[in-house]
């Protein structure tokens, strides 16, 4: 919602708002002219003198009976969703939309910084804020738009893409789909919505990406892949225009050498994980289907420090008993994802030759948890050892009787499960030793404890 804003202020538009609590998120949208309130109150919409002519809300998270919605109805002011509104921020430029089940902000964020250095000054709409630019959406001079398109709620069908690139497909949202074959038919609808002359850009790594491009190519549309040497060689109806020939795990990060259409680019991505190397040559390929620069574009990935919330460093310690630890935080909440992280910090401690991976994990929704408890038990328990919270209930009810234990009492490794979140800082000193490192995760308000941990470590 903060990147919408901050769009349409760069348009000279008048933006109010509200929000449950401050955050440091409000701060620089009041700098630049938005009106914001802290709290829902039905007055909140004449907050710049003048009822507004449109309001703009999340379905899936701000409940109907909010009060300023209930007085938008009464006084028959429009209410749409954040997706209607970017797909008319979207209107008169090319649009590139980052789609898939996991990936979707550090693809469309790699995207964003690989254009701005081959100086095409995209405009963009992310989920996640930029390290390097310390911003969420900009609007740009060029004729590109980049931006996450969203599965959860099906508004990805607002857009209508040039560029359409799905990550991955694995059945998620199903408090909303039902069923597994509802959220694989979203994705479909949404490849028939690229425009003529447009592409669909799929990874042919994940078998359900791959088998949505054959579908697309077979109903005539332009398809491509992306993907490692293996994964072009199993899906031949898709040319893959961006093959991974060789990854290696550097000091800096990850290397990998990648093949764009011909052009062999090295680039050295300070995000490590093999999923992070897909995800930048989909970033690659995409700022070259829109015709820029590639060896620009490989400079500007290498040149990537990542987003916030993604394998965001958060400091290590100098001296003392928990010397060199290293404490990251990364918004992991499904299971695959939780997977690519904790191998990606396993990756990264044996190639420091020290230490553990100790996971601090806050479960994200009842009916997520419940979905998948084997799933979650079977990927945390890749760590060394675990503190986990209990759930974050977000949007849901919560659910009598049902704690993070059904997914602790399934782990493999050893494992704390604390319901005090304001504990966990000391449960973590009593399990860290020197060289850790230490992976919080979660969607909700886990994020918070990343500084808490490392002040309790450092004394």
Not at 45 to 66: H, K, W
Not at 290 to 315: N, P, Q, T, W
Not at 337 to 350: D, G, L, P, W, Y
Not at 374 to 392: G, K, T
Request: include cysteine.
């Amino acid at each position: 919602m903060s990147g919408v804003a901050r769009i349409l202020l760069a348009r000279g538009k008048t933006v109010t708002g509200s929000d449950a609590k401050d955050s440091r998120t409000l701060l620089p949208l009041r700098a630049v002219g938005a009106k914001i309130a802290v709290g829902h109150a039905p007055e909140n919409l004449e907050l710049s003198g003048e009822l507004p002519t449109v309001v703009v809300t999340s379905f899936a998270a701000i409940p109907q009976d909010n009060p300023e919605l209930i007085r938008a109805r009464e006084e028959n002011i429009p209410v749409i969703r954040r997706s209607d509104l970017l797909g008319e921020l979207l209107e008169g430029h090319r649009q590139v939309l980052i789609a898939g089940t996991h990936g979707k902000t550090s693809t469309t964020s790699m995207a964003v910084v690989a254009l701005q250095a081959a100086a095409m000054d995209p405009s963009f709409a992310i989920g996640g804020q930029l390290n390097k630019a310390g911003t969420n959406a900009h609007q740009g001079t060029g004729d590109v738009f980049v931006a996450e398109a969203d599965e959860s709620d099906a508004s990805l069908l607002r857009y209508s893409p040039e560029i359409a690139v799905v990550t991955n497909i694995e059945p998620d949202h199903l408090d909303f789909f039902k069923t597994h074959e509802a959220y694989f038919q979203v994705f479909d609808d949404f490849a028939a919505r690229i425009i003529p002359g447009g592409t669909l850009v799929v990874c042919l790594d994940d078998a359900h990406a791959a088998a949505l491009g054959e579908r697309a190519a077979a109903r005539g549309i332009n398809v491509v892949g992306y993907g490692t040497t293996g994964a072009a060689a199993a899906h031949p109806t898709v040319p893959s225009k961006a093959t991974v020939l060789k990854t290696w795990v550097v000091a800096e990060g990850t290397r990998a050498l990648i093949n764009l259409d011909g052009h062999d680019l090295e680039v050295t991505l300070q995000i490590p994980g093999d999923h992070m190397v897909l995800n930048g040559a989909a970033a690659l390929l995409s700022g070259y289907l829109v015709g820029a620069d590639v060896e620009k574009l490989a400079g500007g990935l290498s040149d990537f420090s990542g987003v916030r919330r993604r394998f965001e460093y958060h400091g290590t310690i100098a001296e003392g008993n928990y010397r060199d630890v290293t404490i990251y935080d990364d918004y992991a909440h499904h299971p695959t994802e939780v997977e690519a992280v904790v191998r990606a910090a396993r990756e990264r401690v044996e190639a420091a030759g020290t230490g553990r991976v100790i996971v601090v994990f806050q479960p994200h929704l009842y009916s997520r948890t419940l979905e998948f408890t084997a799933e979650f038990a079977e990927a945390l328990s890749l760590a060394d050892s675990a503190v986990v919270l209990d759930i974050f209930a977000a949007r849901e009810t919560p659910v009598e009787g049902v704690t993070s234990r059904v997914v602790t009492d399934k782990m493999t490794i050893p494992v704390v499960y604390e319901a005090n979140f304001s504990a966990v800082p000391d449960r973590v000193a009593e399990i860290a030793g020197p060289g850790d490192l230490i992976l919080t995760m979660g969607a909700g308000s886990v994020t918070m404890l990343a500084p808490e941990i490392l002040a309790r470590l450092q004394g």
